[in-house]
């Protein structure tokens, strides 16, 4: 892929957030876990016709020094690691030769997703192993991780919180013969003493569920993102489905102050 200078200023770089891609809908309490096969299809052909470039993180640490990235960027990730990304995902985006990024839960890899079930939402299936290394072996999809078993960080003690933070880096790592420098955080939960030790295990990047679009000055720690969850066709609360993806993607606001300690680079 070649790359071009961005116009100054800076181009914020959306990062969208996916979880599961279902054949069919399901029960309206579960909007948040998934979009359909057939919307995620539309949706990648919208930013194919739109003319984004999706990119992996790699890319965007590199450009967060030097300024340099394609036209119109986007990363594409993918929450959890859920089964049907095998057949959903996985040929569209081979078909596309497009970049993403799936965050895996080391630990249930091969199992559900147990951690939704005291809330009262039932478990899906997540990828196995032999998935897991097909889609690597033939596709550009990027493994990192989501911790061990999907807890909420900032309710850890400092040793709990390093173990889930370095065995899902460690274990992916060992599996997959490559670095993970990428932290997604469960349910995007984060505070100081999360990040410090995310630093300290060697994540170079982590990812939260704040909204935004990424700016030279974010810290590499705590990327915002754009959640795509269901949305019906047409509604009294999200309007026109398609318009509704068009709205987070590319003009929703970002309030986000500017970071207090940020070092403008010279490129912005």
């Not at 309206?28 to 979009?35: E, R, S």
């Not at 040929?91 to 990024?101: A, V």
């Not at 478990?123 to 911790?147: C, G, K, Y």
């Amino acid at each position: 892929m070649t790359t071009t200078d961005s116009p100054l200023p800076w181009t914020p770089v959306p990062i969208l957030m996916y979880h599961a891609v279902e054949d069919e809908t399901r029960d309206p309490k579960y909007k948040h876990f998934y979009v359909t096969a057939s919307v995620f299809e539309w949706q990648m052909r919208y930013l194919q016709r739109s003319g984004y470039t999706p990119i992996h993180f790699a890319q965007l640490a590199q450009a967060m020094v030097d300024g340099v990235l394609p036209a119109r960027p986007v990363i594409l990730t993918f929450d959890d690691g859920y089964e049907n990304l095998m057949t959903n995902v996985y040929p569209l985006l081979g078909e596309l030769n497009w970049p993403y990024t799936v965050f895996l839960v080391s630990d249930r890899i091969g199992a559900t997703s147990e951690w939704v079930t005291p809330e009262g939402y039932d478990a899906s299936r997540l990828l196995a192993w032999h998935h897991i290394h097909e889609m690597a072996a033939n596709s550009r999809v990027d493994f990192q991780p989501h911790t061990s078993t999907h807890p909420r960080l900032s309710s850890l003690a400092r040793e709990a919180l390093r173990r889930e933070l370095v065995d899902s880096r460690d274990l992916l790592s060992q599996n997959l013969g490559k670095e993970m420098n990428v932290i997604c955080y469960p349910y995007g939960d984060h505070n100081d003493a999360v990040v410090d030790a995310a630093r300290d295990a060697g994540y170079t990047m982590g990812v939260t569920t704040d909204f935004g679009r990424v700016r030279a000055v974010d810290d590499p720690l705590t990327l915002p993102r754009i959640s795509v969850y269901h949305v019906p066709p047409v509604s009294l609360t999200y309007g026109i489905g398609t318009l509704n993806f068009d709205w987070r993607v590319r003009t929703r606001k970002d309030n986000r102050p500017l970071p207090t300690a940020a070092l403008t680079p010279a490129f912005r």
